[in-house]
Structures are given as C-alpha cells and as structure tokens.
C-alpha cells in the first residue's frame, strides 16, 4: 500500500518521538524518505508548540532537512476569528497559546475577569489549577465559546507512560460547563489540508502515520489519505488502518526505500 506513495505526514508524539528522543530508526527512515525524494511533513496536535518550535526541534534532533511542520496553534488564532471576529479569549495552557490568539488580534482576559470572556481557549495546562478550571467552565456555561487545540486524552512520554492531555482537562470543562468544544487539531480537516497543500501532493497520494487511531486514522481517512498506524506494543483493532507497522524499519521496507 506504501510504495507508491508520493508523502507521508507524520504525527510526532507517541510516533516519531517520545519527549525529547525520536523512536528508534525514526531518523534512518525518515531521512531515506526524504532522501529518495519522498514529500515528508509533520503534523502534531501538541498544544504547547508553535510550528517553527516543532521544525527546530527535529533539526536539533539530527533532521536538518525538515520543513513541513504543523501544530494547531498555526490557525487556532484564525479560527476564532473566522468563527466569532475580535473576541475577548480566557486563555487556559502554555505561554505559546497565549501568543497566539494575542497575535491573531483578540483580547486576552485575566483569570480573574472570565466573565468578560466570550471565547474560551483550552489547552495543556502544566500550571492548571481549581481556580483556572474552574474560569474556564464558569466563562464557558455563560455561553463563551469552548475552543481547544485537541481533545487527546493522554499525553505519551518514555516507556509506554503518560501525561494527562489537553483533551483530559477539556473533558473537565465540558463536563462541569455542559457544552461542546471546537476542535482545531486532529481529526478535523483543516490541518490535513494545509498538510497537503505544503506538500503540493493529493490526499491519495500521501499516507498518514500515527499512534492515534482517533486523531490520526480517523482524521487521515476523512481527509482521503492512505492510513499507517504505528503500533510498536499491543494488538491495535481490526480495521484501525490501512497498514499497520511496529517498527520504522518496517515502515521503510513497506515504503521501499531500505
Ligand atoms: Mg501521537
């Protein structure tokens, strides 16, 4: 299913990489993609890196060649734009999200001012606390719009471990506020299209290799690409993906390019 296929779009957490160290015979295949002339781009739904953070940090981890990168935070901004013009944003999570709903133009609210809000922005939160879960769903069950980045339950690190993700902390809100977010991230289409447009390639022509069968599989598929799940430990379910790899090298072989 993989040898003629003109790109790949790889997730990063849980697949490329596990914090700060790429899985093992991710830079031999993914550089002899590249190498034999294959579009490679990267699409995460990390809620606390920007895109130009995400390209660093893959040249740094010895991918001097990486262009293509996207995270949400590229068009978080502009969606709620798009949706609701200048708003007032309560914003929940990491200093990079903060940027950039300021730098698209809104108004950031203080915690203590969430009634002001009228858009809600959540994602991963390292200094999440009662008092800014607890903004966050009193501004949102006011009728401020929830928006978040993703809604990924868990945050994969070394060892098969994890972080609570940014999707654990929206389950929160949507719970004590009674509403439902706007997802800017995986599996919604935006993030594949831009994907492929950077690419230059149809969707048919490019596979999507992830370790989310809800944000990768299911997104891959609704933007028309062909699907691999990388699945180094543990029988993933029937159907999840067109292919399914548990190593890069296997990947490589099915691709041709080892
Ligand atoms: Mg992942």
Not at 46 to 63: A, C, E, I, P, T
Not at 130 to 154: C, K
């Amino acid at each position: 299913v993989l040898a003629d296929c003109r790109g790949f779009v790889f997730d990063l957490d849980g697949c490329v990489w596990q914090r700060d160290t790429l899985n093992p015979g991710a830079a031999e295949t993914l550089t002899a993609l590249h190498r034999a002339g294959r579009g490679v781009a990267f699409l995460t739904n990390n809620s606390r890196m920007r895109s130009r953070d995400v390209r660093d940090k893959l040249q740094r981890l010895g991918l001097p060649w990486v262009e293509h990168t996207l995270t949400p935070l590229e068009i978080l901004g502009r969606v709620i734009s798009e949706r609701f013009g200048r708003s007032r944003v309560l914003v929940i999570g990491a200093q990079e999200l903060i940027d950039v709903v300021a730098e698209a133009g809104h108004e950031i609210v203080g915690v203590p001012d969430f009634r002001k809000a009228t858009v809600v922005a959540v994602g991963n939160d390292f200094d999440l606390s009662y008092e800014r879960l607890g903004a966050a769903s009193r501004a949102a069950a006011a009728g401020a719009a929830l928006v978040t980045p993703n809604v990924d339950t868990r945050f994969p690190i070394e060892n098969g471990d994890f972080l609570p993700g940014c999707g654990a902390i929206v389950a929160a809100v949507v719970a004590a506020a009674g509403v439902s977010p706007i997802v800017v991230g995986k599996p919604e289409p935006p993030l594949f299209r831009i994907a492929l447009d950077r690419l230059g390639l149809a969707a048919r022509d490019v596979a999507m290799v992830g370790d989310s069968v809800e944000s990768d599989m299911a997104g891959g598929r609704r933007a028309g690409m062909r699907t691999v799940l990388y699945a180094p430990e543990g029988e993933p379910p029937p159907g999840a993906a067109d292919a399914v790899v548990s190593s890069f090298a296997q990947l490589a072989r099915l691709a041709g390019v080892r």
